[in-house]
Structure formats: C-alpha cells, structure tokens
C-alpha cells in the first residue's frame, strides 16, 4: 500500500468545465478518508473510480453527485480544483504517441526489423479505429513458441501506458542480433504488444487541446452519458464488486460481459494465443504490481498457481522498485483483464500501475520526461516474464536461471 504526504489543494468546490466527463458535468479532485481495504472497497462499491491509495485515504477525480454519493454514506472527503493543465498533445507533450502517431511507429518497427517484427489488427474499437500491434519473434509461424503478451492503455488518460509498450516493442526490435538476451528471446519466444486497447477514448482525452480526465471508451450509452470501462467489462466475474451498473459512474461495467468491441477482440485473440502463459496489462499510476483475484479478498485457491505470482510479482518489484500485491488487497474490482485471463485461460497476467506514485507526482499526466525513466524500470521486469513464459513455474525451482538470463 503506498503512503505518501498529502498536497492540500483549496477546499472550495470549483468550476471545471473543460475537463468534465459530460458538457453538463464539473469535474474535482477528490481526497476520500479510508484505511484499509474493506473501507476502500466501500468506496469502490459506490461507482467511483479509484486512482491512488494511500494509507489513510483515496484519492480520485469526481463529479458533484459522488461527492453527495459518498456523503451519505457517512464518508469524510476532502475536494479541490484539477491541477491547472491546458497541454494536450502535441503542444506540451511532443513525446506521447496519439492514436495516428502510434501507427505510425508500430509500421516503422516493423518496416526497420521485417526480420522479427510482424504488424498485427486484433480487431476495431468501437468508432472503428484498429488496435493495432506488432508480433515480435524469429519463428514466423505464429502460435508456435511459448508467448508474452502485453497491453496498454485500457484506460484513456492512461497516456504513458501507451508509451511503456511502444518503446518495449522498439526495444526489442532494435536489439535483436545485437544483444545476446535478446537475440535469445526472440528466437524462442513470440511477444506480443498491442499498445492501445481504447484509441478512441484516448483520442477524445486530448481533442479538445485540453486533458478531458476520461477513463472509459465512447460508448453512447442512450441516455446522454458516453463510455464504459473497458477494464470492467471482462467475462468471469463481470457485475460484481468494484464495478457499476450505473451509466454515468467511472467504473460504468456495460450492459453484460464483453459488450465493448475492444474487449472483445482482447478476448478472442488470447483464446485464439494457445501458449500464452504471461501477461501484462499496464496502467497508471501508483507504482503497484498487481496479480488476482481483484474481485475477491480471497486469495487463489491453487496455492502452487498463488506462489508463482507472488514469486514473480516480488522479483520483478525488486527491479522497478513498485509494490507488489495482490488487487483486492488495494479494493475490490470486478471485470479486469487479469482476472479474466487467469480464470478462464490460466495466464500468469499482472497489472502494472505505471509512475507516477501519486497525484503530486503529476497523476495521470505527469509530463513527457516521466516516459524515458518509466520505461527503463520497466525493462528487466518485461524481459523476466518473456523469459518465463516458456514455464512460469520455473520460478519455483532452485535453478530457475539456469540460461543466466537474470542480472
């Protein structure tokens, strides 16, 4: 659990138009008082989209009726204005990747490195953009080696999770026949990165030259509100805890397990991947590695299954300095991506909550020279798990670096 000082904000309730979730809503920062799991779940129950935890409290951005809605329920809350933020793209962060320029440098991957790079479509986003990614391997028959997938971005304002992933896949490329590792990897491994799960949302955080804050996809929803949380809309335990069947909530889960296209196309790609055994889905922010369950306190009942996550969940926080834990220790949380892959598939998949570690580290847009440092944390974690993906219980054996892969 992170603990931090807190940065108080003025008090007063005040306008925010230009970064509402609706033309009709107001948009604040959020301290609500918390401290422990069951007290945080309560909030999470409510609709409300969690971003940071801390040791005493929950922070997140909300409209007037969650601050009413936490009120009645007896919780002590804090609130101020946004951050005063008018970069978007490109103006005051040349360096992050919008939906066009992503493209545009998965293409150049693989038109630089044809030899390992592969550019792959798992499907359409809702307004019919491709989510669009790259295939990294020497084998070029797909589905042949044991396969490391990550994801980035389920959420919109999530930008450096697209960034992560992105320079991941250029890393990789780059470095195949020039680093032993790599070269290693690549030729007995397929890594699979699709960087942007939600371009349309992200396009609609940054359209207006203004950061919007929004989280979810562009659903219309029928009834004036727009989006659903694409990491509440997985299969296995949809509609539980931690998320909302309320149209106008954050954690809005959609009207039944993988309506949203994108979630879709996540689904029917790892079913189609028959040796993909790790998984990562990066988010932001609060530095945390993540492992099931999130939509229950309990722990995994395989205990062998449990220790490989512990296991590779504590070495890989040993590099990017993260912590490391199970996601309903933080709060509960129905829908995600990891729990679903485990449940159904039994990939080893994490949640990385990339930098910063709080609000006061710059939130959701900390600013371009957060991604050079939040990627090269992120490096030995990334190679580690494409290592494992040939036998994630490998971990658990005593000669586990047996190639001396590891540092």
């Not at 992105?166 to 790599?182: E, G, S, V």
């Not at 494409?386 to 036998?391: F, L, P, R, T, V």
Request: include cysteine; glycine fraction near 8%; aromatic fraction near 12%.
């Amino acid at each position: 659990m992170l603990s931090s000082k807190w940065f108080l904000c003025a008090f007063a309730l005040i306008s925010c138009a230009a970064f509402a979730r609706q033309d009709s809503e107001e948009l604040y920062f959020v301290k609500a008082f918390a401290k422990n799991k069951y007290e945080r779940s309560k909030i999470a129950e409510a609709g409300i989209a969690i971003d940071a935890v801390f040791s005493d409290s929950v922070t997140f951005f909300g409209t007037e009726e969650d601050v009413r809605k936490l009120k009645g329920l007896g919780i002590s809350i804090e609130t101020s204005a946004l951050p005063d933020r008018d970069w978007g793209f490109p103006s005051g962060d040349e360096n992050y990747h919008d939906y066009p320029e992503t493209l545009s440098e998965l293409n150049s991957i693989v038109s630089e490195f044809p030899n390992v790079a592969t550019r792959i479509n798992l499907g359409k986003s809702l307004e019919g953009r491709d989510l669009a990614g790259i295939r990294l391997s020497a084998n070029p028959n797909k589905d042949s080696l044991p396969t490391a997938v990550f994801l980035g971005c389920h959420h919109a304002r999530e930008h450096l999770s697209v960034e992560v992933p992105l320079k991941l896949a250029r890393h990789l490329a780059d470095r195949y026949q020039r680093d032993p590792r790599i070269t290693q990897l690549l030729n007995t491994r397929e890594v699979w990165i699709v960087p942007m799960i939600n371009p349309d949302g992200a396009e609609y955080d940054i359209a207006s030259g203004s950061y919007r804050y929004w989280r979810k996809n562009r659903r219309a929803n029928g009834d004036g509100t727009f989006g659903v949380d694409l990491n509440r809309n997985y299969g296995g335990f949809f509609g539980g805890p931690g998320s909302s069947g309320s149209t106008s909530s954050d954690i809005y889960r959609g009207t039944h397990e993988f309506s949203e296209p994108e979630t879709l196309a996540v689904r029917d790609f790892l079913r189609s991947r028959k040796k993909a055994t790790v998984l990562v889905s990066f988010h932001t922010f609060s530095e945390l590695i993540l492992w099931p369950w999130g939509y229950s306190y309990d722990p995994i009942a395989n205990v062998t299954d449990r220790t490989v996550f512990e296991t590779m969940g504590k070495k890989m926080a040993q590099w990017n300095h993260y912590t490391a834990e199970k996601g309903s220790d933080l709060y509960l949380a129905s829908g995600d991506t990891t729990d679903w892959a485990y449940w159904e598939l039994k990939i080893f998949a994490y949640t990385f909550e990339l930098s910063p570690s709080s609000m006061t580290g710059g939130g959701f847009y900390p600013g371009s020279s957060l991604i050079e440092p939040t990627f090269k944390a992120n490096i030995e974690p990334a190679l580690f798990l494409i290592e494992k993906a040939e036998n994630p219980y490998a971990v658990l054996e005593s000669n586990a670096d047996s190639l001396r892969f590891l540092p």
